[in-house]
């Protein structure tokens, strides 16, 4: 009862803060700017500082500018980190911690929009409302190739092969990440008996394999994209055991009193999708991606 009352008050602070400074599309075209929340991560968001100047590159920011081009609005990127992008979009701190969300302080809103490669997780979907989905993913786990881990021969079941990978966990480290969809909370991890091994500093994710080729650990849980560009970037030196997933897909994410921006998107990825436009888009960040997701991309763009 006591957890039910606290969660009902949080949510009651959510939507006093959101009444504050949160807005729906009128609003956004009344402003001018659609500003657009990003954590640098994989091809999706590149955010780096070059020469003083803030520079942003990436799929989800061309997707973005192209939204809000579409829209006949300014863009504006605003950077975020995983601990505190759902806050930043929302107007109070929000983690996942021991399986639970957890509402923090009040934070001002920043952001109309959260676009940096999001898996559609069940607990976002509590915090935001997703988009349609725009990028295949799931969870793999990579290991060096000095590892005594050895890829699984695939069964043509997943659940089996996820079942085969966890099997051969037991007492050997794993590189982890609380707050981001490598969170071992999220599959069962301690379930292996592996070594779950956590940053002791904030990091990014693509600082994953770098920290296993650093001897951090022997294998880490990795997510698709950043695994199609690891697996081409340390071309010899990793390698993919199987996955630890299901499957999973990427989304943008908005307030929940945002229906029209969200309404808005889906329309203009419908629209990019049957021209052809963002599967160009995607090959130049992902091109690798269409050997592994072919039909993900070709559904999409035949069925609008």
């Known amino acids: 009862m006591r957890l039910f009352v606290q969660l009902a008050l949080s949510v009651t602070l959510l939507v006093s803060v959101g009444q504050i400074s949160a807005r729906d599309l009128p609003e956004i075209r009344k402003s001018g700017v659609l500003r657009h929340l990003g954590v640098s991560y994989a091809n999706f968001v590149n955010h780096y500082s070059e020469g003083g100047k803030q520079i942003q590159g990436g799929l989800d920011v061309e997707l973005m500018q192209g939204f809000a081009a579409h829209l006949g609005l300014k863009y504006q990127f605003v950077d975020a980190q995983w601990t505190s992008v759902f806050g930043l979009l929302n107007g109070q701190h929000i983690q996942y911690i021991d399986r639970q969300i957890v509402w923090g302080d009040k934070v001002p809103i920043q952001g109309d929009i959260i676009a940096n490669g999001a898996t559609i997780l069940e607990w976002r979907k509590e915090v935001v409302d997703f988009s349609d989905p725009y990028f295949p993913s799931a969870v ?113 994410g908005f307030r929940k009193n945002s229906p029209q921006l969200r309404a808005a998107f889906n329309a203009y990825l419908r629209k990019i999708r049957a021209d052809g436009s963002y599967n160009k888009m995607v090959e130049k960040y992902y091109p690798s991606v269409f050997h592994f997701y072919r039909k993900f991309f070709v559904v999409a763009t035949e069925e609008i």
């Open 140 to 252: 793999w786990l990579i290991a060096r190739t000095d590892s005594h881990l050895q890829p699984i021969t695939p069964s043509g079941r997943l659940d089996e092969d996820i079942r085969q990978v966890k099997a051969m966990l037991k007492g050997h480290d794993v590189l982890a990440m609380k707050q981001s969809c490598l969170d071992p909370d999220l599959y069962g991890m301690e379930l292996t008996e592996a070594n779950i091994i956590l940053p002791t500093k904030e990091r990014k994710l693509n600082e994953m394999v770098p920290a296993i080729m650093n001897n951090d650990a022997e294998s880490t849980l990795l997510d698709v994209p950043d695994a199609l560009i690891a697996l081409q970037k340390w071309s010899g030196e990793i390698k993919v055991i199987g996955p630890i997933s299901p499957a999973q897909q990427m989304a943008v």
